[in-house]
């Protein structure tokens, strides 16, 4: 079992940045990947933004190309997301996620396990 536990959502203005954290815990050598998703009200769960724990390169939805940034701390078991020049688009509530088999990244489907998710709310 793992257990998984997001922090540094808030309240930002459009142009601002925040960093998320996702720290896993329990039977973490069976990770083989972590990955964020994001749910607004009335939407599906989207997919945002993955990084491989076993060589696996950082890979992002087109949307957040080139303001997000993924990042991870394999000793501390963490994963961070940078989010730089925040647009009210990106609005909702951030999962970590984290798989231990080899299934398609991009989908919830394909992932094990799930943290109870952090606000993120971008201002106009």
């Known amino acids: 079992q793992v257990q998984l536990v997001e922090s540094g959502g808030g309240l930002v203005q459009a142009g601002g940045s925040l960093r998320l954290s996702c720290t896993a815990s329990?039977?973490?050598?069976?990770?083989?990947?972590m990955g964020w998703f994001r749910q607004a009200p009335g939407k599906e769960r989207e997919f945002v933004a993955h990084?491989?724990?076993?060589?696996?390169?950082?890979y992002y939805v087109d949307s957040v190309k080139g303001r997000f940034t993924l990042s991870r701390d394999n000793a501390k078991n963490t994963m961070y997301l940078q989010m730089n020049t925040l647009k009210p688009e990106d609005t909702a509530v951030y999962y970590c996620?984290?798989?231990?088999?080899?299934?398609?990244?991009?989908?919830?489907?394909?992932?094990?396990?799930w943290g109870q998710g952090t606000q993120v709310t971008v201002s106009s």
């Open positions: 329990g039977r973490t050598s069976s990770i083989i990947g």
């Open positions: 996620a984290a798989r231990n088999y080899l299934r398609d990244f991009d989908r919830p489907s394909g992932y094990d396990y």
């Open positions: 990084i491989g724990w076993r060589g696996l390169s950082p």
